[in-house]
Nanobody
């Protein structure tokens, strides 16, 4: 079992920044860690992922150039630095961990590829 706890959400004005953290405990091994978000009435959306093997990252087009995913292996923590925030970034943000190996998949971008999820943290961007 992996327990994931997000923190760092809150209210920010458009153009501002926030840094989300996702601390893992328990069985902390994972192949990749990712961030998703879900706005009211919308499906969960992939944002970013970082691979354990080489720290390579991959981003959704909607956040590329504005968001940065990183990890601190000593702390078993993954971060999402969010800059130039827009009102449309308002959502509940979730971190996730994948422990299953999917052959032929370079980056995990689908919710079903992740086994463990945090409880979510609200991010609200005011205009």
């Amino acid at each position: 079992q992996v327990q994931l706890v997000e923190s760092g959400g809150g209210l920010v004005q458009a153009g501002g920044s926030l840094r989300l953290s996702c601390a893992a405990s328990g069985r902390t091994f994972s192949i990749t860690r990712g961030w998703f978000r879900q706005a009211p009435g919308k499906e969960r959306e992939f944002l970013a992922t970082i691979r354990r093997s080489d720290d390579n990252t991959y981003y959704a087009d909607s956040v590329k150039g504005r968001f940065t995913i990183s990890r601190d292996n000593d702390k078993n923590t993954v971060y999402l630095q969010m800059n130039s925030l827009k009102p449309e970034d308002t959502a509940v943000y979730y971190c996730a961990a994948a422990t299953q190996l999917y052959g032929g998949v370079t980056y995990y971008t689908l919710s079903r590829q992740y086994d463990y999820w945090g409880q979510g943290t609200q991010v609200t961007v005011s205009s």
